[in-house]
């Protein structure tokens, strides 16, 4: 453990933390300034979230934190105590079965990648983009509600995620290839699949 | 990234208590931007106190119309929040904006509100800049500037606020809560945020150790027109150029409510006040409208190459502000 004298009294950097992912409890001891990106690379081996920029501008790092999609990059792991992380490990079927998520499956039919460093974050963030488009939770091109009584539209839901909701909802994950028309196709077949 | 202590609070007197009691304490909420500003080393915190998980992640309509907005709602629930989405349309759509899906969720009000401006010379220990460390000079003023400021810069800084949400709080005339060692207080969101003058080193009036606690909205009716529209150099995902955030309620004729304000433009989001004057009892005309606005920019001091923030503001706030009178705007 490591200490700092700031103060009168020294200041403790390091602490325990249980970090919960995919479903595992892994308790371990971090320096305050581990990024959640960084536990999960160097200390549990999950190396599937990438570091791309490491300033959270290119969400290659992107994991679910509550089910929620987070950039892992700018999270301290100290923080995310008690919290269910997923990552792109834990996406496809527990059971160890080999069955794909249905957006790994989809990014597959669609070649939705070159290189694929950025498809754990793409992968990751879309399943958050999922989640939200059902919560009916709008984006920047979603149109205004119109203020009815009955509170606002969803126009956000599965059905609603037109190309342009899409790329907007997922314009935090850059592609260097340039996959992006595929990455909404398979994002958009997948939407389908789960409204049908 | 220097060692760093860490202290998770559990309400909001242990979180003023533990700043207190540690040397170069922040407060951390979800970090999006201290945590960077770490990794740059333009923030180094003795300790960080951990206010994320405080009791402070509702928003709750007031008896008198009005909601209250918990500091540390993230900036993604606060946009989808339905009497967010029905009764203050501009901020939904402004928080919708700024950063990316992943960043909102992470965020929080407080914290979106004390972010700090992304001027590449505050970001970067080896250049001089005034704001990050007073006295060493603005490397931006004759350096690249394109981004920075066109109204109330001062010779030590040109920097911009880069929030979005704080645009639209600013029109809306919302307050900021703010709970410190002398207890509680509330300051317009409008002068919550400084500009630079002599200290380009205070971002806000906050005081040492004082915290965010909730920021409150004026009562606004549903349907109450409002909306935000911002220029950036990519469709998505990028800090304003410039923006406006603005609300006009329109009756008999002539505007009877008004709030106008500018982002990207000013190192706060800048209530357009004389915009404000002009339009208020006014018929809401195109004429009058490209008046009231010509009323706010002919103030700017734009910079050697950012002058075109200038009519690219003018145009945004006339479409806004057309857009909202409605019909009213035809000649």
Request: one cysteine or more; proline letters at 7%; aromatic letters at 4%.
């Amino acid at each position: 453990m490591q200490h700092t004298a700031t103060g009168t009294e020294p200041v403790t950097t390091a602490s325990g933390v249980t970090l919960r992912v995919n479903g595992t409890a892994h308790t371990l001891d971090v320096d305050h300034r581990t990024t959640l990106l960084d536990a999960l690379r160097e200390r549990l081996g999950l190396t599937g979230a990438k570091k791309g920029c490491d300033h959270g501008q290119c969400g290659a790092c992107t994991v679910l934190v509550d089910g929620r999609r987070a950039n892992s990059c700018l999270l301290l792991a100290v923080a995310q105590d008690g919290t269910e992380i997923t990552t792109v490990e834990g996406l496809a079927g527990d059971a160890g079965d080999g069955e794909l998520h249905p957006l790994q499956r989809a990014f597959l039919d669609r070649d939705a990648f070159q290189c694929g460093y950025c498809t754990p974050g793409q992968l990751c963030s879309a399943v958050g983009l999922l989640a939200e488009a059902a919560a009916g939770h709008p984006s920047y091109v979603t149109p205004p509600d119109t203020g009815s009584p009955d509170g606002p539209a969803s126009p956000g839901g599965p059905a609603g995620l037109t190309p342009a909701e899409i790329r907007e909802r997922l314009s935090g994950n850059l592609c260097r290839c340039g996959a992006y028309p595929r990455i909404v196709e398979a994002v958009a077949d997948t939407a389908a699949e789960a409204a049908r | 990234m220097r060692p760093v202590g860490y202290v998770r609070a559990r309400s909001v007197e242990e979180a003023a208590a533990a700043h207190a009691g540690h040397p170069g304490a922040r407060y951390l909420a979800g970090g999006t931007n201290l945590v960077d500003l770490m990794k740059l080393g333009v923030e180094s915190p003795g300790t960080l106190v951990d206010v994320s998980r405080l009791p402070l992640d509702t928003v709750e309509p007031l008896p008198g119309g009005g909601l209250r907005i918990g500091a540390t709602v993230r900036n993604s629930d606060l946009a989808a929040h339905p009497l967010v989405r029905a009764s203050y349309p501009v901020l939904s759509q402004a928080l919708l904006a700024g950063a990316s899906g992943q960043l909102r969720n992470i965020a929080t009000t407080g914290g979106n509100l004390l972010q700090r401006t992304r001027c590449p010379y505050f970001q970067d220990p080896a250049k001089p800049c005034n704001k990050r460390e007073p006295g060493t000079g603005c490397g931006a003023r004759e350096g690249g500037h394109r981004d920075h400021a066109v109204l109330g810069h001062s010779p030590s800084c040109i920097a911009t606020h880069p929030s979005d949400m704080a645009v639209a709080l600013a029109a809306l005339g919302a307050t900021v809560e703010l709970h410190g060692a002398d207890g509680a207080r509330t300051v317009p969101v409008g002068q919550f945020h400084r500009l630079p003058g002599d200290h380009p080193e205070r971002d806000t009036v906050i005081g040492p150790g004082e915290l965010i606690t909730a920021v409150v909205l004026p009562e606004a009716p549903a349907g109450l027109p409002s909306a935000y529209r911002k220029a950036r150099d990519r469709a998505s995902y990028a800090f304003a150029l410039a923006s406006v955030a603005a609300v006009l309620e329109v009756a008999d004729g002539v505007v009877r409510q008004v709030g106008i304000a500018f982002g990207g433009l000013a190192h706060r989001p800048w209530r357009a006040e004389r915009a404000e004057a002009a339009l208020l009892g006014a018929a809401p005309t195109g004429e009058n409208i490209a008046r009231a606005v010509d009323a706010e920019l002919d103030r700017a001091e734009p910079l050697r190459d950012n002058a075109f923030k200038v009519p690219l503001a003018r145009n945004l706030a006339r479409r806004v502000l057309t857009g909202l009178a409605g019909p009213a705007a035809r000649p």
